[in-house]
């Protein structure tokens, strides 16, 4: 029985977009175990046959997501430092993409709504960090205290 009035429960294309969130998150979780993080911090995504960061190559400053799918790759493996040292919003962002494909099972099950995931005490304080550490990653390699590239 769930604790969730009727009312509040997800309807059938709620628990479909569950699904499809779920699965995305645990495609990402999973290709993020499988990549081999890179060496330099970033260009990791070139394993996947996604060609190098246009505007680092054309302006030789790493734009502001270079380095999360080395961070993710780090974070799956286990390597905690290393994957802040990649990007310091890749840590938090891969701990709520895990947590979301590991919630969306249980979410399908309980017909929880989408929004306990915006609903919940901490979500704004988790998107608030994430996004600074994202604003401050670039700020530092901007002012080459992080590599540039």
Not at 43 to 66: D, K, R
Not at 106 to 112: F, L
Not at 124 to 133: E, G, I, N, R
Request: aromatic share 8%.
């Amino acid at each position: 029985m769930s604790n969730v009035a009727p009312a509040e429960q997800a309807t059938p294309l709620g628990r479909f977009v569950w699904a499809l969130l779920g699965a995305g998150c645990g495609l990402v979780v999973g290709l993020s175990a499988w990549l081999q993080p890179s060496a330099n911090g970033f260009g990791t995504h070139q394993q996947l046959g996604l060609p190098p960061c246009e505007f680092g190559s054309m302006t030789g400053i790493a734009c502001p997501g270079c380095g999360l799918t080395t961070s993710f790759a780090h974070m799956a493996h286990g390597h905690l430092i290393s994957g802040f040292a990649s990007h310091l919003m890749g840590p938090p962002l891969f701990l709520m993409t895990l947590f979301v494909a590991l919630f969306a099972p249980y979410a399908i099950a309980k017909k929880k709504p989408l929004v306990v995931l915006l609903d919940s005490k901490w979500s704004a304080p988790l998107l608030v960090l994430s996004s600074s550490l994202g604003m401050l990653t670039w700020l530092l390699r901007l002012t080459h205290v992080l590599p540039p590239r």
